[in-house]
């Protein structure tokens, strides 16, 4: 018989071939040194302090108070929305540029550009040009831009007396204004190129203006002619 033999194949040669770049780690170094951000930025982690205090103390105290049963009667913050009308943010884009820089300051989150939905022919304005500045805060950086406000913001508002207590929409929203944006510890003096006011409203889950009274109070609002309570406290004292 005759021997087959087993042909063998050569084997294939490891590395790279001879004259060929090394090639390159996609995985190591990968982000390292590129500067990437992130393009959502994140709250700090944990609870926020003013959030933690509605969930433990708040939402009990406003069950017994009012005698409400259902838990989803409780009222409770939905939204805060910051507006600054500027009706020359056509006519002067850097300024409205500067605005909304200033407004991503305070509130730590990314201005939106409001633009005019029709035209008015008697103030010169067309459908589509900027005349605004607009934020929407949920969740977390709510209830941390409020604590802020309370705490920091409104002690330095000038001749400060109190909110009113009018401002209620009859559907559980307050909204107030606001004359200066330099209230707020976040902005630059030097900076500035003008002094502007904005709008706040406070969109609340409840229908009952006074549910929502007294949702803000326990919050440490500072209606005109009280003296806000302190944190844990639930009471109020009229000042003459």
Avoid: C
């Avoid at 929407?136 to 406000?149: A, K, S």
């Avoid at 009859?170 to 500035?192: A, C, H, M, R, W």
């Amino acid at each position: 018989m005759a021997e087959q033999t087993k042909e063998t194949k050569p084997a294939a040669p490891k590395g790279p071939p001879k004259g060929a770049p090394p090639k390159k780690d996609k995985d190591k170094g990968k982000g390292a040194g590129t500067g990437v951000t992130d393009p959502a930025p994140k709250v700090r982690e944990g609870t926020p302090r003013l959030q933690a205090f509605y969930v433990e103390t708040i939402r009990p105290k406003l069950a017994k108070q009012f005698g409400l049963k259902n838990p989803h009667e409780i009222p409770q913050l939905v939204k805060i929305v910051l507006n600054v009308g500027m009706g020359e943010g056509a006519k002067t884009p850097k300024m409205l540029d500067a605005v909304a820089d200033e407004m991503s300051l305070i509130t730590g989150q990314k201005a939106v550009i409001t633009r005019a939905k029709k035209a008015i022919a008697n103030f010169n304005l067309r459908a589509g040009l900027p005349v605004g500045v607009r934020v929407t805060l949920r969740g977390p950086r709510m209830y941390e831009f409020l604590d802020r406000f309370i705490s920091l913001a409104l002690p330095r508002t000038r001749d400060f007396r109190g909110l009113p207590t009018k401002s209620f929409d009859g559907s559980g929203n307050y909204t107030f204004g606001i004359k200066e944006q330099l209230i707020f510890p976040e902005i630059d003096y030097d900076k500035v190129e003008k002094i502007h006011g904005m709008d706040i409203t406070i969109v609340t889950s409840t229908s009952r203006d006074d549910l929502a009274m007294g949702l803000l109070r326990e919050f440490g609002w500072p209606f005109r002619g009280e003296t806000p309570p302190q944190r844990g406290d639930s009471t109020t004292e009229k000042v003459a």
